[in-house]
C-alpha cells in the first residue's frame, strides 16, 4: 500500500502522506480492530525487508535520503525560470550560476564580470555582484568562466598578491624570481643564486646601512658611468617621479596619483586612503580636517566640476561595476560596465550619468560627458 502511495505522487512529498497512512487506515487495511502486541526481531524473516526494524543500517538509509533530495532540488534549480539581478532577464537555471552564498546570476553576466576584472587586475573585486555580499567567487567557478589564458593569468596574479603580502618575500633583481629573506634582510635567489639585500636589492652589505638614490648616482658618476649633466637629469627624474608616489597602508604597494582628489582606491587590494596623509577611509569624512583638493584658487567651472564629480563618485560607491542602474528615459535596469555612459537595453539609447540626457556617437567623439554642454554652465 505504501508502494501504491508512492505511484500515485510522482514528484511530491510522499513521508506525510505515508505516515497518515499509517496512522488512520493501516490497522483496518490488514483487518485488525485491536491493538497489536509487537514482540521480538525474526532474523531469519523472508518477507520484505523494507518492513523489519533495523533490518538497514540509519547510517546508510540517512545519506541516502539526503543525496536524492540534493539531486532532485537541483533537477528542479535546472528546469525552473530564474532572473539575473544584473541584466534583469529571465532564463532557466541552466543558464545561471549559483554561488556559494546562494545567489543567482546568469552566466553570461558572470562570465563578463570575471573577464573584466581579470584582465585589469582587480582581483579583490571578484566578489559576488550582489550589493550586500561580500563572497569571494571560488577558483572552481572562476576556471569554468574564464578561458585557459585568463585562468592562468587570474592563477599568476593572485600568487603575485600573495607574495606580495608576505613580508619576508622579496624578489631578485636580477630574474624576479621570488625569494625568502631572513632576519637580518639577507635574500639568495633559488634561480640564479645571487645573495641580495631585501630592502636595496644590491649585493649583501652586513652591517652597512642601504644606500640611498643619491648615493646610488654618486657611486655611478664616480664610476664614469654619469656625468653631472647626466646625474643633474637623473636626480630631477626621481625627484618627479616620487612626487606623487605612496604607499598603500594596506599592502604596502606603490601607487602613483597623476590627477583628481586625494580619496584613491588602491589597484591590488581595494583598500580606500587618503594620498595627503595615506590614512585609510571609508568615505569621504576624513576631509573633514584633511583636503580633498590641493588647489588654493580654483574657477567657478573647476568648483563646480569638482561638486559633480564627487556626487558622481559617491553614487559609483553604492553602485560598483557588476551592479544595475536604471535608465532615465524608460527606468529599466542596466548592467554598469561604465560610470560615464550606460547603454540601455530596452530602449536602445546610450545616455549620460551625469546630465541623464541621450547621448549620440558625435558627442560621444568629442567628449561630451563633463564638458560645459553637459554641466549647462559656461567655461570660465
Known amino acids: 500500500m505504501l508502494d501504491t502511495i508512492w505511484a500515485e505522487l510522482p514528484g511530491q512529498e510522499v513521508v506525510y502522506q505515508w505516515v497518515e497512512w499509517i496512522r488512520n487506515a493501516s490497522l483496518s487495511h490488514i483487518w485488525l480492530d485491536g491493538k497489536i502486541m509487537l514482540g521480538q526481531d525474526i532474523p531469519t524473516h523472508k518477507g520484505d525487508m523494507r518492513a523489519i526494524s533495523r533490518a538497514v543500517s540509519l547510517d546508510t538509509v540517512i545519506p541516502s535520503m539526503l543525496s536524492y533530495n540534493s539531486k532532485k532540488h537541483y533537477q528542479a534549480f535546472l528546469e525552473d525560470l530564474h532572473m539575473c539581478m544584473i541584466c534583469i532577464n529571465q532564463s532557466k537555471g541552466s543558464n545561471f550560476i549559483k ?20 584582465k585589469e587586475g582587480s582581483l579583490f573585486q571578484l566578489v559576488c555582484p550582489d550589493t550586500k555580499c561580500n563572497a569571494s567567487i571560488p577558483h572552481y567557478l572562476l576556471k569554468r568562466l ?36 631572513d632576519e637580518d634582510n639577507n635574500a639568495q635567489c633559488p634561480k640564479c643564486s645571487f645573495t641580495f639585500c631585501g630592502s636595496c636589492k644590491e649585493v649583501w652589505h652586513p652591517g652597512k646601512q642601504c644606500l640611498t638614490l643619491e648615493q646610488k648616482l654618486q657611486r655611478r658618476k664616480a664610476s664614469g658611468k654619469l656625468n653631472d649633466r647626466e646625474m643633474s637629469q637623473e636626480m630631477l627624474n626621481i625627484r618627479e617621479l616620487y612626487k606623487d ?84 528615459k524608460c527606468r529599466e535596469k542596466n548592467f554598469k560596465d561604465d560610470e560615464k555612459y550606460v547603454f540601455c537595453w530596452a530602449c536602445r539609447t546610450s545616455y549620460c550619468t551625469l546630465c541623464k540626457r541621450t547621448i549620440q556617437d558625435k558627442m560621444l567623439k568629442r567628449g561630451h560627458w563633463g564638458s560645459p554642454e553637459c554641466v549647462g554652465i559656461d567655461k570660465l
Open 245 to 328: 608616489v605612496r604607499v598603500c597602508p594596506n599592502c604596502r604597494m606603490a601607487i602613483n596619483k597623476s590627477a583628481g582628489c586625494n580619496k584613491v582606491m588602491c589597484t591590488s587590494c581595494g583598500q580606500l586612503f587618503c594620498f595627503r596623509c595615506c590614512k585609510t577611509i571609508n568615505g569621504y569624512d576624513h576631509f573633514k580636517n584633511c583636503r580633498l583638493f590641493e588647489a588654493a584658487d580654483m574657477t567657478d567651472w573647476d568648483k563646480k566640476m569638482i561638486e559633480l564629480q564627487n556626487g558622481i563618485q559617491m553614487r559609483a560607491q553604492k553602485q560598483p561595476l557588476g551592479s544595475t542602474i536604471r535608465c532615465p
Open 99 to 118: 554561488l556559494p552564498c546562494q545567489h543567482l546570476f546568469c552566466v553570461k553576466c558572470m562570465e563578463t564580470l570575471c573577464k573584466m576584472h581579470v
Open 146 to 181: 574564464l578561458s585557459k589564458e585568463e585562468f592562468e593569468r587570474w592563477d599568476r596574479l593572485a600568487l603575485e598578491k600573495a607574495l606580495d603580502s608576505m613580508a619576508d618575500v622579496v624578489y631578485c633583481p636580477n630574474c624576479a624570481i621570488g625569494c625568502m629573506e
